[in-house]
């Protein structure tokens, strides 16, 4: 995990999250787990998938005891089977017991990420389309997701308002049209910024194209009609294609050509990686 997620909070959200959980104390470990204990423990996958989240579970047994130890076997961005060990643990039972649930949620919601994205960056292989993320992520857990799905083979949109300019719908609708929301946008925006427009005709690719979009999406089209955008555009603009496409057939949808595929579903309604934490 990089070294720019202590920058943005790390440390701070992991306090939070344990917080959450223990509240005033975790009362069961407490009446039955004896002060001195010490456990040895393996975080194992129930399925296969690729894992995510070492990191933050290293991190987070720092922060709750640094007395405990975590081996970590498997980095993040690896596949790991059905049974396989991803991390060892030791140290004093009732720190290893009570961030076990904190430790585990972190895992598996951001291993799920990283499997489902490498399931569907898989889907699309030999096309030169690429899968990226949106910004339908948990609130204060971005960063952490859009890692995950990088280490799925996937890659990331704009991680917020400010890294890029996407006029969807309302805001054509609110600046009278896509011509008057791109010229307004070059005057007034960095010009370092590319502009992405929404479109979902090729009435409204082409205004897109006369005013010089630098990336057009091609939101809620049918396979062929992505084709025939994508034919249209020529090369004029980077394309992507946006829409349940979570639901949709990916292959299919890259073989019409687009540059992208946008997909919200990676981060905000993925399945949690079943993982465990056994002690010996």
């Known amino acids: ?8 909070g790390l440390n701070e959200l992991i306090s939070k999250a344990l917080a959450e959980d223990i509240g005033t104390g975790d009362i069961t470990t407490l009446s039955c787990v ?8 393996k975080f194992i996958a129930k399925a296969a998938g690729v894992v995510c989240g070492t990191g933050v579970l290293t991190r987070l047994f720092q922060i709750l005891d640094s007395r405990v130890r975590v081996s970590i076997l498997l980095d993040d961005g690896s596949n790991v089977k059905r049974g396989g060990v991803i991390a060892e643990i030791e140290g004093p039972s009732r720190s290893i017991l ?18 489902k994205t ?9 096309y030169h389309t690429h899968i990226v993320d949106t910004r339908k992520t948990m609130p204060g857990l971005r960063v952490l997701e859009k890692h995950a799905v990088c280490c799925g083979g996937g890659r990331n949109h704009r991680f917020n308002l400010s ?19 791109v010229e307004a946008v070059r005057k007034n925006a960095p010009h370092t ?9 090729l009435r409204q690719i082409d205004e897109a194209l006369e005013a010089g979009a630098d990336i057009i999406m091609l939101d809620n089209m049918t ?11 020529d090369g004029r603009a980077i394309t992507e294609a946006s829409g349940n496409m979570g639901d949709r057939n990916l292959r299919e949808v890259a073989a ?3 540059d992208y595929i946008s997909i919200g579903a990676l981060t905000n309604s993925v399945k949690a990686l079943d993982i465990s934490l056994k002690l010996k």
């Open 98 to 115: 009570t961030g076990e649930r904190t430790a585990l949620n972190f895992l598996q919601h951001l291993s799920g990420i990283a499997t």
């Open 118 to 126: 490498d399931e569907f960056v898989r889907s699309i292989g030999g």
């Open 223 to 233: 396979v062929p009609e992505m084709a025939m955008s994508v034919k249209h555009i």
């Open 1 to 8: 995990m990089s070294e720019q997620f202590d920058f943005i």
């Open 193 to 201: 910024l590319k502009i992405e427009v929404e479109t979902e005709n």
């Open 256 to 258: 019409t050509g687009v």
């Open 163 to 181: 890294d890029g300019v996407l006029i969807k719908d309302n805001h054509i609708v609110a600046a009278g049209g896509i011509k008057p929301a």
């Open 34 to 41: 004896p002060e001195g204990a010490v456990s040895k423990g």
